[in-house]
């Protein structure tokens, strides 16, 4: 079986930090996959805020996530403060994926890597639309 493996971005225009609560610790006493997954999309919630969007508006559009990749790099545990650079990158017609490294504040350590793929989507009419230009120039 072929491994995922995330190619990153030289730069990432958004960084943002997020605390390990002991709810996202599994019975190995480290990051538990799914939580890791969770705080992934709290920091595409908080990547979207940045450049003054919602999930559910982005120039009169929301999103759906259409996919989502993770390499694990190594584990994070209780306490420690995880960093999430995040890069919108690889844009389509109708999306992008918004790639992403996560790394332990404190030391550096990489955690994980991966990406998100992300479709911008017209609730009211069920169906994909193109990316919104302005979104485009203000994420590129």
């Known amino acids: 079986m072929a491994r995922v493996s995330i190619d ?4 990432f225009s958004f960084r943002t930090d997020i605390l390990i609560y002991i709810n996202h610790i599994n019975y ?3 990051l538990d996959n799914a939580a890791l997954l969770s705080l992934v999309s709290e920091a595409r919630v908080r990547f979207f805020n940045a450049f003054g969007y919602t999930e ?3 120039e ?17 545990y209780h306490g420690e403060t995880l960093q999430f650079a995040m890069q919108a990158h690889d844009f389509n017609k109708y999306g992008f994926d918004l790639v ?3 790394t332990d504040k404190a030391t550096g350590r990489e955690i994980a890597r991966g990406k998100t793929g992300v479709v911008f989507f017209d609730y009211q009419a069920k169906k ?3 990316v919104p230009e302005a979104f485009l120039k203000k994420v590129k």
């Open 8 to 11: 990153l971005p030289v730069t």
């Open 56 to 58: 559910l508006d982005v």
């Open 60 to 76: 009169g559009f929301g999103i759906v996530v259409a996919d989502a990749a993770i390499q694990y790099r190594s584990e994070a």
């Open 100 to 102: 992403y490294q996560v």
């Open 128 to 130: 994909p639309v193109m």
């Open 28 to 30: 190995g006493h480290h």
